[in-house]
T-cell receptor, first 114, second 113 residues
Framework: ETGVTQSPTHLIKTRGQQVTLRCSSQSGHNTVSWYQQALGQGPQFIFQYYREEENGRGNFPPRFSGLQFPNYSSELNVNALELDDSALYLC?????????????FGPGTRLLVL | GNSVTQMEGPVTLSEEAFLTINCTYT??????LFWYVQYPGEGLQLLLK?????DKGSNKGFEATYRKETTSFHLEKGSVQVSDSAVYFC????????????FGSGTQLTVLP
C-alpha cells in the first residue's frame, strides 16, 4: 500500500507565471483535498475533488483550479502567480468526501514565487 | 464561520516534562476535533481525535478531551520525549458532504535532552 505522494518537492516561479502541482492518492482513496500552508500558519482548505468533480471550495480565487483523473490522482493549477502564493501546498486523500478521519496527507510541495 | 485558536509558540521543554498546548474553537455546528502533528519534511499526521462532547482522544501518550462548555480541546502529555519535537496543529471539521479541516496556526514544540 503506497502513501500519498506529491511532485515536485520544491519549485521556484516568478510572479505572473502558472504552476501545476501533482498528487498521487493513497491506494483505494477516491477523494483528494488540497490545502495551502503559508509559513508559520496552519493549512487552509483550497478545494476537494471527488470522482473527478469539485466537491467543495474554500476562500480562494478562481485562478486556483484543479483536476482529478480516473485513477484519482489530482493536479492543482495556479495561474497568474502572486508573491503571496508562496507556501507549502499539501494534498490529502481519503476514502470518501466525509472521511476526514481516514485522510492521509502527502509531504507537500514548497512553492516560492519571486 | 469556524475558527481555531491555538496557544502561541514556540514551546521548549526538557525531556520528561509535562506538556499542555491549549486549543479553543468557534464553530457554527457540532464539529469533530483533531490534533495533527507535522515532523520536519513530512506530511501532517493525525495524532488523535474526538467526535462528541466529553470524548477523550488518546494516542502515543497524548490526550485531549472535547469540552463543549469551554469550546476547548487542549493537548496534554505527561512526559515528553525528544522525539516528540514537532509542530502540533489543532483542527476541527464540521459534518457535511465535503468535510474540510479548519486548522489553528500551529505550535512548535522542542524537547531538549
Amino acid at each position: 500500500e503506497t502513501g500519498v505522494t506529491q511532485s515536485p518537492t520544491h519549485l521556484i516561479k516568478t510572479r505572473g507565471q502558472q504552476v501545476t502541482l501533482r498528487c498521487s492518492s493513497q491506494s483505494g482513496h477516491n477523494t483528494v483535498s488540497w490545502y495551502q500552508q503559508a509559513l508559520g500558519q496552519g493549512p487552509q482548505f483550497i478545494f476537494q475533488y471527488y470522482r473527478e468533480e469539485e466537491n467543495g471550495r474554500g476562500n480562494f480565487p478562481p485562478r486556483f483550479s484543479g483536476l482529478q483523473f480516473p485513477n484519482y490522482s489530482s493536479e492543482l493549477n495556479v495561474n497568474a502567480l502572486e508573491l503571496d502564493d508562496s507556501a507549502l501546498y499539501l494534498c490529502a486523500s481519503s476514502l470518501d468526501p466525509a472521511g476526514v478521519e481516514t485522510q492521509y496527507f502527502g509531504p507537500g510541495t514548497r512553492l516560492l514565487v519571486l | 464561520g469556524n475558527s481555531v485558536t491555538q496557544m502561541e509558540g514556540p514551546v521548549t521543554l526538557s525531556e520528561e516534562a509535562f506538556l499542555t498546548i491549549n486549543c479553543t474553537y468557534t464553530a457554527t455546528g457540532y464539529p469533530s476535533l483533531f490534533w495533527y502533528v507535522q515532523y520536519p519534511g513530512e506530511g501532517l499526521q493525525l495524532l488523535l481525535k474526538a467526535t462528541k462532547a466529553d470524548d477523550k482522544g488518546s494516542n502515543k501518550g497524548f490526550e485531549a478531551t472535547y469540552r463543549k462548555e469551554t469550546t476547548s480541546f487542549h493537548l496534554e502529555k505527561g512526559s515528553v520525549q525528544v522525539s516528540d519535537s514537532a509542530v502540533y496543529f489543532c483542527a476541527l471539521s464540521e459534518r457535511g458532504s465535503a468535510r474540510q479541516l479548519t486548522f489553528g496556526s500551529g505550535t512548535q514544540l522542542t524537547v531538549l535532552p
